[in-house]
């Protein structure tokens, strides 16, 4: 009977597997209020009363448990009835007043909706005549929203044309957003900022992509994502704070016009305070076409594939670290190759020093170069270079950055092998997440010269480097021979070996696995106290001991990873 129970629950098991695995496929339905699209991943609403896109809804897992929507559902300071995605035009009228309007107020008398495509794999639905002022519009736009099964996204196409010549301050279209962090992908750069106190970043440089995330007005755990293969010319960020009851996050693609405060930096003037204007002629027209991504979790999800051998637990975890946490601290659209040690709320908390690698930016660049995403990566590549730039000749790499200014030390005034060593491995990691053994190869000089900084520390008589001050982080207080700069040179020398390795250098590849192997020897030899490693060895025989776990982890992971590596993995003719 126990036998047959346990059956039974397997079974029940995994016919419960298969059903939250069955896909939802696509739903069409369109009433005289609404239209509404969804397929277990997406459900959005598009409002025939108040022409805007007013729902905006994601599920991770695809099983319709839709979560809250990412749109603003706030006051809107020109009761325009604005709460989403929405068609918007700014006029400057005479005697330079502007005046603003937007499709949200009032539907059009010649507005009209046609289904192109209702299967469960594919729906498609074109509204037609979306006004920007429905008495006398300015400007009338065509929506077409495409929603395919599985998709996590739906695909916005839009075709907006002038029907009247008028004076143009700006036409857009505008999303409004609960989420709290804006974050923008340009060629230039990125920029991200929640809690801005200016509203507004205009730029004419070439997107990438947009998205937003965080809890905002409605939940936590929300994302909104914006990507163009027919980009506008302009695009304006939007970011709030707690006391703008409109909108926390957003983004306004502009199709005629331009914002009419500075480019490039948050500022706050906003559309209405403009002193020129565009001359817009009658049948002048503009096409944006993109996808607009959705989740109920706190990560953008256009750039994540659907057949994947990650569990939807694991994929979380993956790519809330890479597009909340990494990327989100990249500063490379103000600063080229920079990144912060901490997202901008709206300030980043160690302005002006950036590009920390102890080993902050290791970190980053290892999330970078894993997102799959090659914008990320290219952004991973200039990061390790910028620092490379800065090698000393003695070897020595930048602790950090102050602005453009190579800093050598920590801010505790430290000395540290973190740099050199963390700077090396994301080199090589780079490299070898990206394949470019192009780059290796002329990049390989600066690794090794970085190296040498640290192997010059050597002691061959203890067999262990002998530290100036700690592997990473200012307030580790340990020097000479310390378990974590010996454990992760290993490491390093290690990788290095195999990219000599690549490149035919046999003689360097057995001096760096010869090398590797001698420390590891001194580790077990000097290091080690019955159960554990300390923490530091003195000249003098005295040592310190904290028992910490980074330390004994870091020679867990690499020692054995060196027996390996020269046991298993090398062929026998260089064991």
Not at 155 to 174: D, E, L, Y
Not at 497 to 516: M, P, R, S, T
Request: aromatic fraction near 12%; charge should be negative.
């Amino acid at each position: 009977n126990m036998v047959w129970w346990a059956v039974f629950h397997v079974l029940l098991g995994l016919f419960a597997v298969y059903v939250q695995s069955a896909p939802i496929g696509c739903t069409l339905s369109v009433t005289s209020s609404s239209v509404s699209l969804s397929n277990g991943y997406v459900s959005l609403s598009f409002n025939l009363l108040h022409p805007q896109i007013d729902r905006l809804s994601g599920d991770f897992s695809g099983q319709g448990q839709y979560g809250a929507s990412v749109l603003t559902g706030g006051k809107d300071p020109l009761n325009l009835g604005r709460t989403g995605i929405v068609l918007e035009t700014d006029v400057m009228q005479t005697g330079q007043s502007v005046s603003s309007y937007a499709s949200s107020l009032a539907p059009y008398s010649g507005m009209r909706v046609t289904v192109l495509n209702n299967s469960s794999t594919l729906v498609s639905v074109l509204i037609s005549d979306i006004a920007d002022n429905a008495p006398q519009p300015f400007v009338l736009s065509n929506w077409t929203l495409t929603l395919s099964a599985n998709d996590r996204f739906f695909r916005m196409q839009t075709t907006s044309r002038s029907v009247r010549a008028f004076n143009c301050v700006g036409v857009r279209v505008s999303s409004y957003l609960g989420t709290l962090s804006t974050h923008g992908f340009f060629l230039r750069g990125v920029v991200q900022i929640m809690n801005a106190p200016n509203q507004y970043f205009a730029s004419t440089d070439p997107v990438h992509r947009i998205y937003t995330l965080g809890g905002g007005i409605v939940q936590s755990g929300i994302s909104a994502d914006f990507n163009f293969t027919t980009a506008p010319a302009e695009v304006v960020l939007l970011n709030g704070n707690a006391s703008n009851p409109f909108y926390r996050s957003g983004v306004q693609f502009v199709l005629v016009g331009s914002y009419p405060g500075p480019k490039d930096n948050w500022d706050s003037l906003g559309w209405s305070h403009a002193s020129r204007a565009v001359p817009v002629s009658e049948g002048a027209s503009w096409s944006t076409d993109g996808f607009v991504g959705v989740n109920d979790h706190d990560f953008p999800v256009l750039n994540i594939p659907q057949n994947t051998n990650l569990r939807p637990m694991d994929m979380m975890g993956f790519y809330l670290g890479i597009y909340a946490s990494s990327s989100a601290a990249l500063v490379s659209y103000i600063l080229p190759s920079h990144i912060s040690p901490t997202l901008a709320t709206p300030n980043h908390a160690y302005s002006p020093l950036y590009n920390f690698y102890d080993p902050d930016t290791y970190l980053s660049v290892a999330c970078l170069v894993y997102s799959g995403d090659t914008y990320l990566l290219n952004e991973a590549r200039k990061l390790v270079e910028l620092s490379g730039t800065g090698i000393l000749s003695s070897g020595q790499i930048p602790h950090h950055y102050e602005n453009d200014t190579p800093i050598y030390v920590a801010i505790s005034g430290a000395t540290q092998t973190g740099p050199n060593l963390f700077w090396s491995a994301a080199a090589m990691l780079y490299a070898h997440t990206s394949g470019n053994t192009t780059w290796l190869k002329e990049m390989l000089p600066t690794v090794e010269k970085a190296m040498d900084f640290v192997i010059n520390l050597y002691d061959p008589n203890m067999k262990l480097i002998k530290a100036p001050g700690p592997l990473w982080i200012d307030v580790f207080k340990r020097a000479n021979y310390t378990t974590d700069t010996n454990a992760f040179c290993v490491h390093v020398l290690t990788e290095l070996a195999a990219v000599e390795a690549l490149f035919g250098n046999q003689n360097k590849q057995q001096q760096y696995l010869q090398l590797a192997s001698s420390i590891s020897e001194g580790i077990n030899a000097h290091l080690w106290r019955g159960d554990h490693y300390i923490t530091q060895l003195n000249p003098d025989g005295t040592y310190k001991d904290f028992v910490d776990y980074d330390s004994n982890l870091l020679v867990t992971a690499f020692i054995i990873f060196l027996f390996l590596f020269i046991f298993l993995i090398l062929p026998s003719t260089i064991r």
